[in-house]
């Protein structure tokens, strides 16, 4: 499943990749495009799905989502261009039982034909001052070797059990449309932690990737792009913490907190609207709060867990 909004010169490419991989089904999410989008899916022969409008990211994939009914789905996105045998390596991983998303190893690209030396992400950790990020970012991209477990598969591209998909949606949600943007990724590895799915980093399921959003592309990015992630933290929060695991890390949260706030002051202004954008979204956040609370399998989440490098 790959998600294209007006990006058909990437999706040349990433369609090929990822057919040649020899997936059962194949489904181009079409985020009203008016480039050739359509076009690449027909020549190709690849089911498109498209929409009238365009969605965040969140939206996009959940339609993407009830659309497709394999077992396994691969996330993937136009300017993901996976290596071959990534079909066949993500699965194994998924062998476990317990598993229910692997997480590739993504190298940086800079364009379809360009790739870099560095690693784009090994995993996803969530820190103890709930910060999200990317394990390994930057760092060579041949560190980070051996498989091992992670707190999360980052959304760029990752492979989730369907039964495990299922399990995270509420209310036919599996990406929660109440938080758009950047973060719902994280938000939906916390949410299958703490129902007792696990996730599995897979260095020989490779994927290059174009990288729009990271610790490296912060300063470049607009100012709604990062008061969405700085607003979707807290969501998350709301959502899905639990208060022994809040006073456990209650010294790194708040020393974050002031030096957030005194950094937005300061520096970025513009993020101060990501508070009341927060408390607006905030009933919502509560709502799910209740389900995830209530289905909840798991006690004590491994906050800042990362594989060896």
Same mark, same amino acid.
């Given at each position: ?132 990020? $990317?394990? #390994?970012?930057?760092?060579? !991209?041949?560190? &980070? =070797?051996?498989?091992? *477990?992670?707190?999360?598969?980052? @959304?760029? %591209? ?94 790194? $949260?708040? #020393?974050?907190?002031?030096? !957030?706030?005194? &950094? =937005?002051?300061?520096? *970025?202004?513009?993020?101060?609207? @990501?508070? %009341? ?33």
């Amino acid at each position: 499943m790959i998600l294209c909004s007006d990006e058909a010169p990437l999706l040349a490419h990433s369609l090929p990749a990822a057919l040649a991989e020899g997936f059962d089904q194949a489904l181009v999410i079409d985020n009203a495009s008016s480039d050739g989008t359509a076009e690449l899916a027909r020549r190709h022969g690849v089911e498109r799905l498209s929409l009238e409008r365009r969605v965040p990211y969140n939206d996009a994939m959940n339609a993407g989502l009830r659309r497709l009914g394999a077992e396994a789905v691969a996330l993937l996105q136009a300017d993901t261009f996976v290596a071959p045998s990534y079909r066949e390596r993500s699965l194994a991983a998924l062998e476990d039982p317990a598993v229910g998303s692997v997480a590739p190893k993504l190298v940086r690209a800079l364009d379809p034909e360009t790739y870099l030396d560095d690693l784009d992400a090994a995993g996803m950790f969530i820190d103890p001052r709930r910060k999200n990020g $990317l394990v #390994g970012h930057g760092r060579p !991209a041949s560190e &980070y =070797a051996r498989a091992a *477990e992670v707190f999360g598969a980052d @959304g760029a %591209a990752a492979v989730w059990r369907r039964a495990a998909l299922e399990d995270c949606a509420i209310d036919g949600e599996i990406f929660d449309e109440n938080m758009p943007g950047w973060g719902c990724d994280a938000d939906l590895a916390w949410r299958a932690r703490l129902l007792g799915w696990k996730a599995r980093y897979a260095p020989a399921a490779t994927v290059h990737h174009i990288r729009t959003y990271s610790p490296t592309t912060r300063a470049h990015t607009s100012a709604l792009d990062r008061r969405t992630q700085f607003r979707n933290r807290y969501l998350m929060i709301a959502k899905n913490d639990s208060l022994p695991d809040l006073l456990r890390d209650a010294g790194p $949260l708040l #020393g974050y907190e002031l030096l !957030a706030l005194g &950094y =937005a002051v300061l520096r *970025e202004p513009e993020l101060l609207r @990501g508070y %009341a954008e927060a408390a607006r979204r905030l009933p919502g956040a509560l709502r799910r709060r209740r389900v995830i609370q209530a289905r909840r399998r798991v006690r004590g989440v491994p906050f800042g867990m990362e594989p060896p490098a």
